[in-house]
């Protein structure tokens, strides 16, 4: 038992490290980025406050799970514990709301012209700081209602159905937990589906692209070709999220309904929750991040549409004049 609980100790102390060290590592970048510049790119914005979003979730989990499971149970005061529980709600909703942002975002920023999102192509970025902010303060007015309705109704009368968190108990309450599927869970579904079908959307885009130019990539460069390795940071990333987010939905509808769930499972889930927040910043921080390829892609997209007339090829000299200008193109992106 002893040592099960050290085990369990070191897995939420290993997730709460590494996870903070990726976020706050990414998060210094783009603060650096913005101090240096003094302007920061509409996906760096989003990706900002994922990072934060995703911190506040490791930290309000990691570090009281981490205590609980090397022996020191119950240690916060019912407001301390209302106020973890406030941060990860804020933090959980935050973090799945702008994930779902950024993948329609970059929908929206490689959709051709062409398309019925060009009306969009240039308002979007306009929008972004408005939809972050009003996310921020929706969800922190909204999770407010949680620890001030069960406060006053605690206060007023004693009872013995309460949740254990290791750390703390708190009050159950049918009220709440229908409140809080109609406010938070019907929300995250609709976001998680918005999430793939956006994704879904870039993946057919980007495989409509790569047959179009499958040509000219076959005469200048035989490494895989852009529109392969976004598709399968797009994948991965989207994989990452719906499994996890998944998988932490359903234990956590499983251990509403119990009573005394088993504390094995209550574990589980608390660390299935903080997989993605931990993982999530280190796909975005590979080699060649998701957004710079979309960005190159775009303009190879803008070049090949202006340059060479549909359905025809003009000459090898004119593929590879094409294919040059993409990449100067590209180069010039990257270095920004």
């Known amino acids: 038992m002893v040592s099960r609980n050290v085990t369990i100790g070191m897995m939420f102390l290993s997730q709460t490290a590494v996870g903070i060290l990726g976020n706050f590592s990414l998060l210094y970048d783009y603060l650096v980025h913005s101090w240096n510049d003094c302007t920061l790119r509409s996906t760096d914005m989003i990706l900002k406050h994922l990072m934060i979003a995703n911190s506040l979730v490791i930290l309000s989990k990691g570090i009281p799970q981490t205590i609980t499971a090397f022996g020191l149970k119950y240690f916060l005061s019912d407001f301390a514990c209302k106020l973890i529980l406030y941060i990860q709600r804020v933090g959980r909703s935050v973090s799945i709301f702008i994930t779902c942002l950024l993948s329609i975002f970059q929908k929206i920023t490689i959709s051709p012209m062409n398309s019925c999102w060009k009306d969009c192509k240039g308002k979007a970025p306009k929008y972004i700081d408005f939809s972050i902010s009003l996310c921020w303060i929706l969800y922190m007015v909204v999770?407010?209602?949680?620890?001030?309705?069960?406060?006053?109704?605690?206060?007023?009368?004693?009872?013995?159905?309460?949740?254990?968190?290791?750390?703390?108990?708190?009050?159950?309450?049918?009220?709440?937990?229908?409140?809080?599927?109609?406010?938070?869970?019907?929300?995250?579904?609709?976001?998680?589906?918005?999430?793939?079908?956006?994704?879904?959307?870039?993946?057919?885009?980007?495989?409509?692209?790569?047959?179009?130019?499958?040509?000219?990539?076959?005469?200048?460069?035989?490494?895989?070709?852009?529109?392969?390795?976004?598709?399968?940071?797009?994948?991965?990333?989207?994989?990452?999220?719906?499994?996890?987010?998944?998988?932490?939905?359903?234990?956590?509808?499983?251990?509403?309904?119990?009573?005394?769930?088993?504390?094995?499972?209550?574990?589980?889930?608390?660390?299935?929750?903080?997989?993605?927040?931990?993982i999530s910043p280190f796909i975005l921080m590979s080699r060649e991040s998701t957004s710079c390829t979309l960005s190159r892609l775009c303009s190879c997209w803008v070049l090949w549409k202006t340059s060479i007339i549909p359905g025809t090829w003009k000459s090898e000299t004119k593929e590879l004049q094409v294919e040059g200008q993409a990449q100067l193109f590209s180069n010039t992106l990257s270095q920004k």
């Open 143 to 278: 999770n407010s209602i949680f620890p001030l309705y069960m406060l006053s109704k605690w206060s007023r009368k004693n009872t013995t159905e309460k949740r254990d968190h290791g750390y703390c108990y708190v009050g159950r309450d049918k009220v709440i937990d229908s409140l809080y599927a109609a406010l938070f869970v019907f929300p995250e579904v609709v976001f998680s589906v918005l999430m793939i079908w956006s994704s879904g959307s870039m993946v057919l885009l980007l495989y409509r692209h790569k047959q179009r130019v499958q040509h000219i990539h076959s005469k200048v460069s035989p490494r895989t070709s852009p529109e392969s390795r976004a598709t399968q940071r797009i994948l991965v990333l989207v994989g990452t999220f719906v499994t996890f987010h998944t998988l932490s939905s359903l234990l956590s509808v499983h251990i509403a309904l119990f009573s005394s769930p088993k504390r094995l499972l209550v574990n589980t889930n608390e660390l299935i929750s903080v997989c993605f927040p931990m």
